[in-house]
């Protein structure tokens, strides 16, 4: 259980109620935790989530901020098809196939993320599609399995198609600047990787720049300069005040192997959701994930603020009287490949947790989520604590200044209060 928060956490809680702003507006008919012993223990939803990371991450690797499109895309896709399949009773995110309500959901589910996988992933083909006929064996054939697939192959040319030029891997860089608070590539990789991400096209947001904040503190604010010594005293790798719970945190946090995609599956089972359910909940905060993440790194590149170990390194550069340059301080985590400001896990946690929040009806459903970086298990009581452990993590892992994980929050909040006023709405 996490147990070290800081001082600032009633600061930070003051501010969590703008997470919770989702909550307050009707999640609808099917949200709930109801449909106990309806179903097994697990469904399609969730056997191909787990498919979907080992594609997206055990095979290609992909980082956090690419990982979150192709999630999107991929329960996108299953949520129009199961939607249809249960005679479309939300609004669908982009068609509705036309179908019966006697088609297999397990079909569609499995051919709507295959496909995407497949139009994902080309050099994957062979062993999705073993993945595919393996599972596609297990259901009986007739009829109802034929229209499952129609539904499905709809589904996903749908999402393939809207996702067509998006531009996702584009050549866009990251400005390397030489003056106080201007952003470089960091050691110990002095790498520069992810600008397009503030350039992909939005799944729901109308604009990657709508939430766009007044930028980070001036370099001789007393803002920054609290940021600025706390970041030296606890984010440090040598640093002598941070608790051991607190250094276990800040590399859970730091996983690639991102605990929150296990975390959703283990709400949809612990919570019993029906295949509807499962599959409109991880559709809601995969894609506010995505537009969190873009609109964040687009964030980045409006500001391309410099990292706490260039800021901590140069600090006699800045201006400011009351900062410190220390030219050998060094991080706990390996500084990420682009700008401080916003926070891209902040954004990102945020997003899912207010969406979470919002289909749950509720803030206090315990989870946990295990790290092979940090060997440990962490369990939060709700969404809005984990929340603001990641922020607390980014300062404790010496990568993130305060207000940018601050920011970030926001921005994910903002996201999510937009995606469920216009999206994924009960339609009667």
């Not at 010594?229 to 440090?236: N, T, V």
């Not at 901590?312 to 700008?339: E, K, Q, S």
Request: glycine share 6%; aromatic share 10%.
């Amino acid at each position: 259980m996490p147990q070290s928060r800081g001082r600032r956490r009633p600061v930070v809680a003051r501010w969590l109620a703008v997470l919770l702003i989702a909550a307050v507006i009707p999640a609808g008919p099917g949200s709930s935790t109801a449909y106990a012993n309806s179903q097994p223990p697990e469904n399609a939803v969730i056997v191909w989530d787990r498919n979907a990371q080992t594609a997206i991450w055990d095979v290609a690797g992909q980082q956090p901020q690419v990982q979150a499109r192709s999630f999107a895309m991929v329960h996108g896709a299953v949520y129009d098809a199961v939607n249809a399949i249960a005679g479309t009773p939300y609004q669908p995110y982009l068609v509705a196939p036309r179908a019966r309500g006697g088609e297999s959901t397990e079909a569609a589910v499995a051919t709507a993320a295959f496909r995407v996988l497949n139009e994902l992933f080309p050099a994957q083909q062979t062993r999705l599609t073993t993945q595919y006929d393996e599972y596609l064996a297990t259901i009986a054939d007739g009829a109802a399995k034929r229209r499952g697939i129609a539904v499905g192959e709809q589904a996903a040319a749908a999402m393939i198609a809207a996702r067509k030029n998006d531009g996702a891997f584009g050549d866009q860089t990251w400005p390397v600047g030489t003056q106080p608070g201007q952003w470089r590539p960091t050691p110990p990789t002095s790498a520069s990787d992810g600008a397009w991400v503030g350039d992909l096209k939005p799944f729901l947001i109308p604009s990657a720049s709508m939430f766009r904040t007044s930028g980070p503190p001036a370099l001789t604010s007393s803002r920054y300069t609290k940021d600025f010594d706390e970041l030296k005293r606890i984010g440090a790798a040598n640093s002598t005040v941070r608790t051991q719970d607190q250094t276990q945190a800040a590399i859970w946090w730091h996983d690639r192997h991102l605990a929150e995609w296990e975390i959703k599956r283990q709400l949809a089972t612990t919570r019993r959701l029906n295949p509807l359910q499962a599959a409109r909940m991880f559709a809601m905060v995969d894609l506010a994930e995505a537009d969190a993440t873009t609109a964040c790194y687009n964030e980045k590149a409006a500001w391309t603020f410099w990292r706490p170990i260039t800021a901590i390194r140069l600090a006699d550069t800045d201006g400011n009287p009351a900062t410190v340059a220390d030219p050998d301080w060094t991080p706990l985590l390996v500084t990420p490949p682009h700008p401080d400001y916003t926070s891209g896990h902040t954004c990102f946690t945020a997003a899912s947790m207010s969406a979470l929040t919002h289909f749950f009806g509720r803030d206090d459903i315990p989870f946990s989520g295990y790290s092979a970086d940090s060997g440990t298990t962490r369990t939060f009581r709700g969404f809005s604590q984990a929340l603001a452990e990641v922020i607390e993590a980014r300062v404790w892992g010496g990568i993130h200044t305060r207000t940018a994980d601050v920011q970030g929050a926001k921005i994910g909040a903002q996201v999510t209060a937009y995606m469920v006023r216009h999206y994924f709405r009960p339609r009667r």
